[in-house]
């Protein structure tokens, strides 16, 4: 018999899934231009509170083609930065619009869908 290591207690591990992730219009406050923003709602699918999530964030053109200007770990949620509640076992966080992450048309292209892993968690 091999000895393995011990795998943290699956209990104790931070898991999400996306549920939908969106691409709306968006007007940059500075000046007016027209951008587009990843709204991206997820559910807590472990059995602790959530205080903050990473997502990696891939936008596409309409010919399905990979677009710049994405990220491979981007902040999508924390509880402190918009005075929110932390999200509990089972809850799904729907993303208020205007807090998403942003995408630049004007030098990346126009992003017609995203694809979206979450990346990592934080309990606090």
């Keep these: 018999h091999h000895a393995f290591p011990v795998p943290p207690n699956p209990a104790d ?16 406050p500075s000046n ?33 083609k990979k ?13 402190e930065d918009n005075d929110m509640k932390k999200i509990e076992p089972g809850e799904t966080y729907v993303e208020p619009k205007g807090l998403g992450f942003i995408l630049f048309p004007m030098i990346y292209g126009e992003a017609k869908r995203v694809e ?9």
């Excluded at 931070?14 to 968006?26: D, Q």
């Excluded at 990220?71 to 924390?78: A, I, L, N, R």
């Excluded at 979206?116 to 606090?124: G, L, Q, S, T």
Aim: some cysteine.
């Design 13 to 28: 591990v931070l898991t999400g899934e996306v549920v939908a992730s969106r691409v709306v219009p968006y007007e940059l």
């Design 32 to 64: 007016g231009a027209s951008a587009q923003m990843v709204l991206i709602d997820w559910k807590n699918t472990s059995n602790r509170a959530i205080a903050a999530a990473w997502a990696e964030i891939t936008p596409f053109d309409e010919n399905g």
């Design 67 to 79: 677009l710049e200007g994405g990220s491979s770990e981007q902040c999508v949620f924390s509880y």
């Design 116 to 124: 979206v892993r979450m990346v990592r968690f934080e309990a606090d």
